[in-house]
């Protein structure tokens, strides 16, 4: 079963892609990045596999379902779409749990608190304290600079276009890596900005 | 020192407090902080249902005004985001608290809505293959 969990500022952000996708899985909204904290998401989109007991069977993985970027991130959909067919047809593609566990992304004291600096500055937001709520997301982005789901994830809530200048200066750094990088087989092309 | 409403974030959820302000320090009445996070100031230190944390320098923690946000936190070694201007403040989870739990590969549940505002759960697919997928509009 697919969840798909939008990481957006408001359900109005993610309806246009849900409505034309009109999917019949959960098709959920996260404006509070609860999954964020909870699976240490740093980057969109981050994939999961969860296993009928409920376990974490492949950590956090950067994957994508189509190729509409692939010229800029390097990595295929087609090699990671049959990973999916041979877990849900087959049971193949999980993995033991040492290796799930040497290959989790953990959150650090540093990003733990970004991740309450950024819950603030939200919240300001919302209140209507633009000025306040703009220095936390940048106490929040320096604290974890290697996690967009902070850094790009509060551009639109700023007033910055996520696909605009501002993006292809933070997308110099390089974009945040999970372990699993080094384990899927999708990588076709080095990066290309 | 100023008496004030304060609004302190706690997993998820917005607790309005009445706070004492001085400087950068915003102390809390116990329990007024109990009814928002659940630990209680006793004898024995901060306590929790069955667990307590002893607290090394009460004097710090605590006066008559009431509890030291920023000593509450390092206490209970959890996060804090504060921002006293604006009356405010959120309280994160530990990293290690977090790092056990993913680590455990147990898969943490969540309940979130849909866009018809229906709330759905993680747990309740148990029994089925999952693939949790997180993307944004960004």
């Known amino acids: ?193 | 020192m100023t008496t004030t409403s304060f609004e302190l974030i706690e997993g998820g959820s917005f607790h309005a407090v009445d706070a004492t302000v001085g400087g950068e320090r915003v102390r809390i009445a116990p329990a007024a902080l109990e009814r928002a996070t659940g630990w209680a100031l006793k004898p024995e230190g901060l306590c929790r249902e069955a667990v307590c944390v002893p607290v090394r320098d009460r004097a710090a923690l605590a006066n008559a005004a009431g509890v030291d946000l920023a000593a509450f936190a390092a206490a209970l070694g959890r996060p804090l985001a504060l921002d006293v201007p604006e009356r405010a403040a959120a309280l994160g989870t530990p990293a290690e608290e977090r790092s056990a739990a993913l680590a455990s590969l147990e898969a943490p549940d969540f309940a979130l809505p849909d866009l018809a505002g229906r709330v759905h759960t993680l747990a309740e697919h148990r029994g089925k293959k999952a693939l949790l997928i997180a993307y944004a509009s960004w």
């Open chain 1, 1 to 193: 079963m697919p969840i798909t969990v939008a990481l957006d500022r408001s359900a109005e952000d993610a309806r246009p892609w849900i409505e034309a996708a009109r999917p019949t899985h959960p098709s959920l909204i996260d404006t509070e990045h609860v999954l964020a904290e909870l699976y240490h998401v740093v980057n969109v989109p981050t994939i999961i596999w969860i296993d009928e007991a409920g376990r974490i069977v492949r950590p956090n993985d950067n994957q994508f379902g189509t190729d509409t970027f692939t010229a800029f991130h390097g990595k295929a959909s087609g090699p990671y779409l049959e990973l999916i067919r041979a877990w849900v047809n087959e049971g193949q593609g999980a993995l033991p749990a040492d290796e799930v566990r040497r290959h989790q992304l953990l959150p650090s004291a540093e990003t733990q608190l970004a991740r309450a600096e950024w819950v603030l500055a939200w919240r300001l937001h919302q209140r209507g304290r633009a000025g306040a709520a703009q220095r936390h997301f940048a106490r929040a982005a320096e604290l974890a600079p290697k996690d967009w789901t902070i850094r790009r994830g509060s551009m639109p809530i700023v007033g910055q276009n996520p696909f605009g200048p501002e993006f292809f200066e933070l997308a110099k750094e390089g974009a945040p890596a999970y372990p699993m990088d080094d384990v899927t087989p999708t990588r076709v092309a080095p990066r290309a900005l």
